[in-house]
């Protein structure tokens, strides 16, 4: 069990330093400014956030095997959207009422760790919607990875294409 947490702080810690280091390149080269590579660096480091979102739904499903079992699962979707609506709801109240968009615009890192988080709760509604769609016999192991697939297909047509 001490090697789940350590784990999943390495992982946490990881997401940090690519806000970090997504911030210090974007304040270098400007999306709009390097084209299409630009988007590619952006393309790659959601990706990256996508399988490190992933990797903590995976070391926690190895810790609780119980983990996407439970009834609940069946009606997840609708719960994480609730949460989700919830979390912006927060959020616009946050940017609003608070000194929040001052400090984000000096840290625009932060902002990028907001919009990981946002990322992640997309990445588990994704997995919910996956987990009705597939064989109910199918591990949590493979969900993930169907999730992440899905997730990735989804940014590169966003990001490429429109």
């Known amino acids: 069990m001490k090697t789940y947490w350590w784990r999943q702080l390495l ?11 997504l911030d210090l390149y974007m304040r270098q080269f400007p999306p709009e400014s390097s084209g299409i590579v630009g988007h590619l660096v952006l393309f790659l480091a959601v990706a990256a956030a996508l399988v490190a979102c992933n990797q903590l739904l995976f070391h926690y499903s190895q810790a609780n095997p119980g983990f996407m079992k439970h009834r609940i699962w069946n009606k997840m979707s609708l719960v994480i959207v609730l949460w989700l609506l919830v979390s912006s709801v927060i959020l616009v109240v946050l940017l609003m009422v608070t000194p ?3 400090l984000i615009q000096d840290h625009l890192w932060m902002m990028y760790l ?18 009705r769609l597939v064989e109910p016999q199918t591990t949590a192991e493979r969900k993930l990875i169907y999730t992440w697939i ?13």
Do not use: C, E
């Open 100 to 102: 929040l968009p001052d």
């Open 114 to 131: 907001i919009g990981i988080y946002f990322l992640f709760i997309m990445n588990l509604l994704a997995l919910s919607v996956v987990h």
């Open 150 to 162: 899905a997730g990735v297909a989804v940014v590169a047509v966003s990001f490429f294409v429109v």
């Open 11 to 21: 992982v946490a810690g990881l997401l940090v330093v690519l806000a970090v280091g």
